[in-house]
C-alpha cells in the first residue's frame, strides 16, 4: 500500500492473519508461567502484551470506526498510562487460555465488520485503511517488544524457532570506520504518507543541512571493543555530566556481555558468539554510543542528517522509502522481520545500501541519533494525542532504521523510535557523523 493506495479487505485480512500468527509463534514454547511473570521491570509480562494487542483491536476496529473516534487508549487493565510496565506483573492477569480466547473473539467480530466497511468513506480514519495499518503497526510493534521480553527472561534462555538463516554469500567488505560524504543542501524530511505512516513522520517538509560525513556501516562488536580496549567506560572526558552519573551502576560493556575465558562474549536469546566480531553492537544505550563517538573524534548524526543518508539522492533530487528504492523489504535486503534472531555481520546484505553509499541503514539495530523527540514544522496529532504528543520533548531520543527483530511492515526511512537515552534493553546500536 502506497501515500495514496489502498487495500482490499481480503488482503487486509490476509495481512492480520499473518501478523497474529507471527505473534503465537513467538509465545508457543514459552510456559504460561513465564508469560505471566515480570522478568525485569523494564518490560511487562508478555501475557500483558497479549491482552493489550487484542484490546486496541477492539478499540479501534471495533468501537472507533462506528462511532465517535476515543483520542486515548482503552480503559482499564491493558491502559499503558494506568498500568506502567513495571507494575504490570501485579496486575490480576487473565488465563493463558482466556486471553487466546479473547484475543480470537475480537479478531472474528473485527473480521465480519470488515466485510461491510467503506475503506474509500470520506473521513481520514477509515481512507484508504489507515486505521486497519495502524493496528497491524501497533501489534508488529509489540512483537519487538515481546522479544525484548524474551531477551530478558529469567531461568534458561528463550530458544527461539529459528526459521530464516542469515545470508552467507555475496557479502559486501566494509573498511572499518570509513565514512561517505553528504554534500548538503536543500532536502526533503518526513512523508505526507496516509496510508502507513504515523503522525510524527508528517508532514513531509524541507530543510537545509551542512555537508557532513557519515559512517558507511554501524559500529561493529569489533569497533566498540577497541573503545573498551582502551579504558572507554573509565574515561570521564568521553561522558556527558548524565551518562557519567549513569556510568555509577557499574556498567563495563554493552548488556548482555560478558567474559569467559578472558575474552568478552555476548548472548543474543540462548545463542552466545565472540564479541569480537563485524556485526553491529547491540543493546547498547545513547550515553555509550555518545562516549564512543567522542572516543573516535565524531559524534551521533542528527535526526534530518539520518534520514538524509538513508533515503535522499543528491544526484537526482529525490527521496526513497527506503535505502534501496521503493521495493518493500524481503528476505535478501535486509536483516529484518526477526527470524534470524540476531545481527549479521556488516556487508551481508548488499542491496540495503543507500544513495549516497551508507549500508545497513536498515535491520539490525536501532540507530541512535542526537535528537531529541518532537513533532516536525506542522505536525498534527492523529488519531490520538497518546501515540506521540505526550512523549515530545527533551526526555527521549529518537532512534531510526528498525533492528532484525522489526517486522518488515512497520518499518521505512521516516519511521521514528524514541526512547530514554539509559535503555540498553531495546536492539539498539549506532552509527556516526560528523561535519565537513
Keep these: 500500500m502506497s501515500e495514496t493506495g489502498s487495500a482490499a479487505p481480503s488482503e487486509i485480512a490476509k495481512l492480520m492473519a499473518e501478523a497474529r500468527a507471527r505473534t503465537l509463534l513467538l509465545v508457543a514454547g514459552v510456559t504460561e508461567e513465564d508469560l505471566c511473570r515480570q522478568h525485569d521491570p523494564l518490560m511487562g509480562p508478555i501475557l500483558w502484551d497479549l491482552g493489550h494487542i487484542a484490546h486496541f483491536e477492539e478499540l479501534w476496529l471495533i468501537d472507533n470506526t462506528r462511532g465517535p473516534i476515543e483520542f486515548v487508549e482503552m480503559p482499564g487493565l491493558f ?60 501489534e508488529y510493534q509489540h512483537n519487538e517488544t515481546m522479544l525484548q521480553t524474551l531477551q530478558l527472561k529469567q531461568g534458561s534462555p528463550w530458544s527461539p524457532p529459528r526459521a530464516s538463516p542469515l545470508p552467507t554469500a555475496a557479502r559486501i567488505e566494509i573498511e572499518p570506520d570509513s565514512m561517505v560524504r553528504f554534500p548538503g543542501g536543500r532536502v526533503d ?24 560525513w557519515i559512517d558507511r556501516a554501524p559500529v561493529t562488536n569489533a569497533g566498540f571493543l577497541r573503545f573498551m580496549e582502551d579504558g ?32 568478552w562474549r555476548y548472548r543474543t536469546m540462548d545463542r552466545v558468539s565472540r564479541a569480537a566480531g563485524d556485526s553491529p553492537v547491540c543493546h547498547v544505550c545513547w550515553h555509550e554510543a555518545q562516549a564512543w ?61 543507500s544513495p549516497i ?18 513533532g516536525w514544522p506542522g505536525f498534527e496529532a492523529f488519531p490520538y494525542r497518546e501515540y506521540s504528543v505526550v512523549f515530545f520533548g527533551d526526555e527521549y531520543r529518537v532512534l531510526r532504521g528498525g533492528s532484525w527483530a522489526t517486522r518488515p511492515r512497520a518499518i521505512r526511512n521516516t519511521f521514528r523510535n524514541w526512547d530514554y537515552p539509559i535503555r540498553r534493553q531495546i536492539f539498539s546500536g549506532f552509527r556516526c557523523a560528523r561535519d565537513a
Design 357 to 374: 553509499g551508507c549500508y545497513g541503514m536498515i535491520g539490525d539495530v536501532w540507530e541512535w541519533t542526537s535528537s531529541a523527540f518532537t
Design 232 to 263: 572507554g567506560y573509565k574515561r570521564r572526558e568521553l561522558w556527558s555530566d548524565e551518562g557519567w552519573l549513569w556510568l555509577r551502576a557499574g556498567v563495563e560493556a554493552p548488556r548482555y556481555w560478558f567474559r569467559e575465558g578472558g575474552e
Design 189 to 212: 524530511i518526513g512523508t505526507h504518507d496516509r496510508v502507513e505512516a504515523y503522525d510524527n513522520e508528517r508532514p513531509r517538509h524541507a530543510v537545509d543541512l551542512a555537508p557532513f
Design 293 to 353: 563517538a567522542r572516543w573516535a573524534g565524531k559524534r551521533l548524526p542528527t535526526e534530518p542528517e539520518w534520514e538524509a543518508a538513508a533515503s535522499w539522492d543528491p544526484e537526482t533530487g529525490t527521496k526513497r522509502k527506503y535505502p534501496w528504492g521503493d521495493e518493500e523489504p524481503g528476505p535478501l535486503t535486509a536483516n529484518i522481520d526477526q527470524l534470524a534472531f540476531g545481527t549479521a555481520p556488516v556487508g551481508s546484505f548488499p542491496r540495503n545500501v
Design 79 to 138: 491502559n499503558p498510562f494506568e498500568h506502567p510496565r513495571a507494575v504490570r506483573g501485579r496486575l490480576a492477569l487473565p488465563t493463558l487460555r482466556s486471553t487466546l480466547e479473547s484475543m480470537g473473539s475480537i479478531r472474528e467480530r473485527v473480521l465480519r465488520q470488515l466485510e461491510t466497511v467503506d475503506l474509500e468513506a470520506s473521513g481520514p480514519l477509515l481512507q484508504a485503511g489507515f486505521v486497519y495499518n495502524m493496528v497491524l503497526q501497533h
